[in-house]
């Protein structure tokens, strides 16, 4: 991450973590597919398109939500996240899964074996990243602890360059915060170099492809996954 990313999360974590666990913040808006309403619709997905039921949160963040739901739900999973204070508020919401999230940050390589998850999910993360950092580590490790036929669920702030917006949900004065955008494309073209293969929509009403929503900012975002290949 950016440090000044780091620094904003370091100082909102707990509100971070009450809108994360409310869902307020969660549901998505001018979404390219009917059946694309909220986070929630992506977890659901992602499980069931995945061959196993080990899982890693990449970019867990403020109190590490997803990890416990999917413990919750009888999944194993795993959570990183690049600032200690979202672990230690994670830890101390959710002491059941303490022993399963840590800090590491995504610029660095990740620490698990190959093909240790048939899942993992990095949401929201990679526009704190440079883009060469992106192509060339954060990628690079996602998929190398993907197993063969895991899926990688990839949520970004889609576009070009980087922007700055108006943040108006932590405290009574907005938060100018700059994040770096993505081209939906070019992502897809590195995936493809390192194994993976777009996982398409398969009738009207199952999720898949190149998939975008607003968010309450709002700001348009790209979600899509990618599964690797099994050689």
Not at 55 to 71: I, S, W, Y
Not at 126 to 145: G, K, M
Not at 200 to 208: F, N, P, Q, S, V
Request: net charge negative; glycine share 8%.
């Amino acid at each position: 991450m950016k440090f000044d990313s780091l620094d904003f999360y370091q100082k909102h974590a707990r509100r971070y973590s009450d809108l994360s666990h409310e869902f307020t913040h969660s549901v998505y808006t001018d979404s390219s597919q009917p059946g694309l309403t909220g986070d929630m619709d992506l977890l659901k997905r992602i499980v069931k398109l995945a061959p196993g039921r080990r899982g890693l949160d990449a970019g867990c963040g403020a109190g590490a939500r997803d990890v416990h739901l999917l413990n919750s739900w009888g999944y194993e999973a795993y959570g990183v996240d690049a600032v200690d204070q979202n672990v230690s508020l994670a830890k101390g919401l959710h002491p059941e899964i303490a022993d399963l999230i840590q800090v590491a940050d995504l610029r660095e390589p990740l620490p698990f074996d190959d093909a240790s998850f048939d899942f993992v999910t990095c949401n929201a993360v990679i526009q704190h990243l440079a883009p060469e950092t992106t192509e060339q580590t954060t990628l690079p490790e996602l998929t190398r602890v993907l197993a063969p036929d895991g899926v990688l669920q990839l949520m970004f702030k889609v576009g070009f360059g980087v922007v700055t917006v108006e943040d108006n949900a932590y405290g009574s004065q907005s938060v100018a915060r700059t994040f770096q955008l993505y081209s939906e494309h070019r992502l897809l073209e590195v995936l493809k170099e390192l194994g993976c293969t777009l996982v398409d929509a398969r009738g009207t009403e199952e999720l898949g492809g190149l998939m975008y929503f607003n968010d309450i900012k709002p700001m348009r975002y790209c979600v899509f996954w990618v599964r690797k290949g099994s050689s």
